[in-house]
């Protein structure tokens, strides 16, 4: 495969990199385009290996333990850092005692994420069968959290600093007045930028996510220019949204975030929190060693940074 369409096959985050290697004359070399391997130069000369967007420089055991939401809780709490009420769960027993003590919660796999196999705003027993089921479908264990209302933020930290923050919001369409629910996914999903396969940070709106948010009511018609969520964690891999909120987050959100981030060594961390902006508090969701960074750089969200550079300025120091 040539350069040329090598490069293009990259995946996106991985391809600002590759384009930023260059420029800053670090050598990229494309080991493996399907898993996004890449092979570049540091200023004295030692080549090293990217892949995604972790670098051979982040600390192993600091990439083992953002792999573990329950090992990254663990962590927090050590570090003094606020996260939710949350249990390891045995068996739908547990899940239900968690339930009725805390009366909203959030079911996911204990090792996933992206998304998949989250469920948000769970009130009922019978919304958590359904929901623990699903969280079993992507890992043999389950973990329940205490669902926090507020802003879902990703703060960007580069060599242990804040770099950017960006606030996530569901996937979401708005009514015509004569379509369904369904049918507005389907037309959102082929239009331009959904559809357009050179900036992953706009994806489609994953139908079978839709399906298990909304159910039958995927077929009810919402009126002219009523908006309706589609899906319930706002993950951008689900069809999310962004819109920039470097300006927006706290003194006390970036401390803690680049507290996590130098405690784990990791060279580049997407650190997830809800905020809940009335009471000006925050909490710790989980972790990212490996976060998409085109996010941070979206043309079609408005969200800019030098996070790239950024990044790539420490990829290469000696």
Known sequence: ??????????????????DELIVQQAHPFIIDVSTSL???????????LLFSTCSEKSSAIGLSIAGSKARTALVADHLAIST????????????????????MIVTKPLGNDGGS?????IKTKEELRRAYDYAKEYGKRV???QHIIGADVRLLTVGGTFSSAVIREPA?????????????????????????SAFMSILPIKMQAARRFLDTALQDIPALGQKIRTTGPAN???GGSLREATHLVTPAMIADAEKISQKLGLGICGVDMMWDQEANRHYLIEIN??????IHNDPFSDTKSDCVQQYVRWLVAA
Not at 117 to 121: C, D, K, L, P
């Open 143 to 145: 973990i329940a959290q």
């Open 117 to 121: 196999g989250v469920s948000t705003n």
């Open 289 to 294: 060693a490996t976060p998409g960074i085109d």
């Open 38 to 48: 890449i092979e570049y130069t540091d200023q004295q000369g030692v080549t090293r």
């Open 1 to 18: 495969m040539k350069t040329t369409e090598a490069r293009q096959n990259l995946r996106g985050s991985t391809r600002l990199l590759y």
């Open 236 to 238: 951008v891999s689900l």
């Open 172 to 196: 979401s369409v708005t009514g015509d007045g004569t379509s369904t629910i369904e049918q507005l996914i389907i037309d959102a999903n082929n239009s331009s930028p959904r559809n357009d």
């Open 84 to 103: 939710p009420p949350s249990i390891i769960c045995s068996s739908i027993r547990d899940a239900r005692k968690f339930l009725a003590t805390h009366r």
